[in-house]
């Protein structure tokens, strides 16, 4: 009875966030439609639910609480954030992250993991504030994902491998990244001079050649696999690229929004499945490579040198640097379009 009490109480203190919420913002301003927002700003067949541009930095912050287009957006990838947050937490417990060498690529994706996150729910929550912080948030979100990209090679290049795969692997990988991110940003940049079409190729071209690179040590390992092996991990494995595909296909086609125009502004939009779907893509993909952590020891510690899981954060710290000069490159041309915009006025 008293954890029920403690239950209640604490069911009394949810109820009141609306309420503080008010009283913290008491002038927070409505949504407005597709019509009363920049073009850049818009989503294909979405038309109302767009918060308001130029307010000051409490009302984006706020805005999290606040029933707009971007809501499921943003908590989909914040709660993914604190999932991959407690994993880690779990994770520290049996793995020794710091003195073993060959845990270090699995704390990459998971460190990556919460990168990617934690940009993505930043790019929809405070990007709508201006033009300006639009690009910037976003083009940091591309840096998240092209971090994730290079997470997801290094663990399967070091855990999920075989023999016959070395050489030039992680090297084209984090190449890889780069253009992964190069072409990210240089999508978003274009919504001014080129057709939305371009938007898409620029973004899902380097990304999908990413994948298909990275995900090549799990793919052989699947086509091989017997049903008389006794490898738990596979079937993570498996789920991690059937989630993938479905979260690729909900982020190139927009079909919801387009079946039922008007009825996806808040809720149900394929952006939104993607994120879930990308979520529970990189669950099955940390929980697999935990596994082959653990069950493929003997194979990799074979394989990998003690100075290799080092070089392979050292090519994680270089995709970081390199994405952070693109992202500083692509902000320059963005600026220089915005100064001409406003001088024009």
């Known amino acids: 009875m008293e954890r029920i009490g403690q ?16 009283v913290a913002a008491p002038c927070m301003p409505g949504t407005i439609r597709d019509t009363e927002v920049p073009c850049y700003f818009r989503e294909y067949y979405v038309s109302t639910g767009y918060r308001p541009l130029n307010q000051n930095w409490r009302y984006y912050f706020l805005s999290l609480f606040q029933r707009h287009n971007e809501t499921l957006n943003v908590w989909t990838h914040l709660l993914a954030f604190l999932v991959f947050l407690i994993k880690l937490s779990q994770l520290a417990e049996t793995v020794d992250f710091v003195s073993d060498p060959h845990s270090w690529p699995l704390l990459v994706l998971i460190l990556s993991s919460l990168g990617y996150s934690g940009f993505s729910a930043a790019a929809h929550l405070l990007g709508g504030k201006s033009e300006l912080c639009h690009y910037a948030f976003f083009f940091l979100d ?11 090679a290094v663990v399967h290049f ?7 795969m070395r050489g030039i692997f992680m090297p084209t990988a984090t190449i890889l990244s780069c253009l992964s991110c190069l072409g990210c940003c240089y999508g978003k940049y274009c919504n001014h001079t080129l057709p939305a079409w371009v938007r898409k190729v620029c973004q899902v071209v380097p990304s999908a050649l990413a994948y298909i690179w990275d995900i090549s040590p799990v793919a052989k390992r699947l086509f091989f696999w017997s049903t008389a092996s006794n490898d738990p991990a596979l079937i993570y494995h498996f789920g991690q690229m059937a989630f993938f595909l479905s979260c690729s296909f909900f982020f190139t086609f927009p079909m919801l929004e387009r079946c039922f ?3 996806c502004d808040f809720m149900g939009q394929s952006h939104q499945i993607f994120h879930i779907f990308l979520s529970c893509c990189t669950f099955c993909q940390i929980h697999a490579s935990y596994l082959d952590y653990v069950g493929r020891r003997k194979l990799y510690s074979r394989l990998h040198g003690s100075g290799e899981a080092a070089l392979f954060v050292g090519l994680y710290v270089v995709t970081l640097v390199v ?12 600026k220089q379009v915005l100064d001409l915009k406003a001088k024009s006025k």
């Open 142 to 152: 591309y840096v998240g994902v092209a971090q994730y990209q290079y997470g997801s």
């Open 323 to 334: 994405c952070a000069l693109i992202v500083a490159f692509m902000m320059s041309k963005v």
């Open 7 to 22: 239950v209640f109480i604490s069911l009394q203190q949810i109820r009141q966030v609306p309420r503080m919420l008010t």
């Open 158 to 164: 070091y855990y999920a491998a075989d023999e016959n």
């Open 261 to 263: 125009p008007g009825r």
